[in-house]
């Protein structure tokens, strides 16, 4: 095996484009190379501890380093490295792990297609809705219905469902037949005096007067996280779900609940739809899945939509879709694995008791000058940081003050993620209480870094 370059070596080269590269960075030292994980940590190359408070990318559920992934990696490795699950061919892993997620899921969802990442799933997803309406004689009923803040991955299609700008901005985005809803964030978005309730059902009553004007006969699904998260880790508005079902059943819409981010046990329940009463007609999971180990997603769909697809499969002789890696063995056998470590060592629990923890000791925050609004469910939550508190006012962009707190955080040993300026948090579930603790120690002194920055790029008035 060849030397690795030394890491100031790796620092300088230029050769890799990284995605989501801050915009506006006070330091400027290269990417910090993160060389191991352990647990809720992970170390860089000159051997700093950090509290990984994302989870990697809202994924890592079982922390870095679990020795029973490595293992089932290995055996799958050593047995059946790769195969592929065209031509009806299939194997273990991926059947059992089909089995799995049905007996988990919501209780409509009988069908499972493998893909490699979320938004390959939710790009399937869009294909899936084209090619369903077109078998039973509905060829314009094409649209889908996202909303603002939304994130659903970067395909050109699954880019398209995302409601952020940065993921539209020059890549000619979004493509046509997507509509755009308003973003369910009360604190943000609700009316002086409007109480969650009203917010909701002025939501639904927008929602229903875009299907009527687009035309109910051409609008196929409405795609929603349970949660939002790299949006800005938005919870709904209470009663959001209820009344948005209530429109699409009325006007045939069908519902794509997306928990990439939101399933297995991140808001202390299995699933998103489990925690917000939502029954989906297909749902896409992805992430903590396999705890990002591999890369793995699935889209799982109710008997409805499969019967037809399968018949017409079968009377134009096969179904034109699929990946290289779809259903990989490895990445089946290490989700199977994952999953049962979640539920041996009751992460899902975990996450809603120490969950509750974290939670509380982020509201504590609430009364500091710059946070607005703090916000979330089980082990994921949103500081939003303002210029004013009364007023809610957001700081001037130039001064990026939500990734002055990203890499101040650093500094203080804990990675987190700014969307804007709310600070997501996202750590394992198998974090433990006094690792909660100490991750909003390193937090707080990351916000009085970022009041002496403030401070200081405050104009004198006078």
């Not at 809720?40 to 509290?51: A, H, L, S, T």
């Not at 009988?110 to 899936?128: H, I, M, Q, R, Y």
Request: proline residues 6%; glycine residues 10%; aromatic residues 8%.
């Amino acid at each position: 095996m060849p030397d690795l370059p030394n890491s100031m070596h790796a620092r300088d080269r230029a050769n890799i484009l990284h995605p989501y590269t801050n915009a506006v960075n006070h330091q400027r030292n290269g990417p910090l190379i993160i060389d191991k994980g352990e647990g809720i940590y992970v170390f860089d190359d000159q051997g700093k501890r950090y509290i990984e408070g994302l989870a990697g990318l809202w994924s890592v559920a079982v922390g870095f380093g679990e020795e029973r992934l490595v293992s089932a990696a290995a055996r799958q490795m050593e047995k059946l490295p790769y195969y592929h699950t065209f031509a009806s061919k299939s194997h273990e892993p991926s059947i059992l792990l089909a089995e799995k997620l049905v007996s988990l899921s919501p209780q409509r969802l009988e069908k499972v297609f493998f893909t490699n990442s979320g938004s390959e799933a939710n790009d399937t997803v869009v294909k899936l809705l084209r090619y369903f309406n077109n078998v039973v004689g509905r060829p314009q009923k094409k649209k889908i219905i996202s909303r603002q803040r939304a994130y659903h991955g970067v395909t050109v299609a699954s880019g398209s469902l995302t409601g952020l700008p940065l993921n539209h901005r020059d890549f000619d985005l979004p493509m046509p037949g997507v509509k755009h809803v308003s973003c369910p964030h009360h604190y943000r978005n609700g009316a002086p005096g409007e109480t969650e309730e009203e917010f909701a059902a002025r939501l639904a009553a927008e929602m229903e007067a875009v299907i009527v004007s687009e035309g109910p006969d051409t609008v196929a699904a409405f795609i929603g996280e349970p949660l939002m998260g790299a949006g800005g880790v938005i919870p709904p508005p209470a009663g959001y779900w209820q009344k948005i079902q209530e429109i699409c059943r009325k006007y045939d819409v069908l519902i794509v609940a997306d928990e990439v981010i939101t399933g297995f046990g991140r808001l202390g329940s299995m699933f998103g739809c489990d925690y917000y009463g939502i029954d989906p007609d297909i749902m896409v999971v992805s992430k903590q899945i396999t705890s990002s180990y591999q890369p793995l997603a699935a889209v799982l769909i109710s008997e409805e939509l499969f019967a037809p697809i399968a018949e017409n499969t079968g009377r134009i002789g096969g179904f034109g879709h699929g990946f290289t890696g779809s259903g990989h063995p490895v990445a089946t056998a290490v989700a199977l694995e994952n999953i049962e470590i979640i539920e041996e060592r009751g992460l899902v629990e975990n996450a809603r008791v120490v969950g509750k923890v974290l939670q509380a000791k982020l509201r504590e925050f609430a009364g500091h000058p710059l946070v607005g609004e703090v916000r979330g469910v089980g082990l994921i939550a949103g500081v939003e940081l303002v210029a004013d508190k009364e007023s809610r006012t957001a700081f001037d962009a130039s001064l990026g003050i939500g990734t002055y707190v990203f890499e101040r955080a650093h500094e203080h040993g804990l990675i987190i993620r700014n969307s804007g300026d709310t600070i997501a948090f996202c750590p394992p579930l198998i974090i433990r209480e006094d690792q909660i603790h100490d991750l909003i120690t390193r937090f707080s002194a990351a916000l009085d870094d970022a009041m002496a920055y403030i401070r200081s790029n405050s104009t004198p008035r006078g």
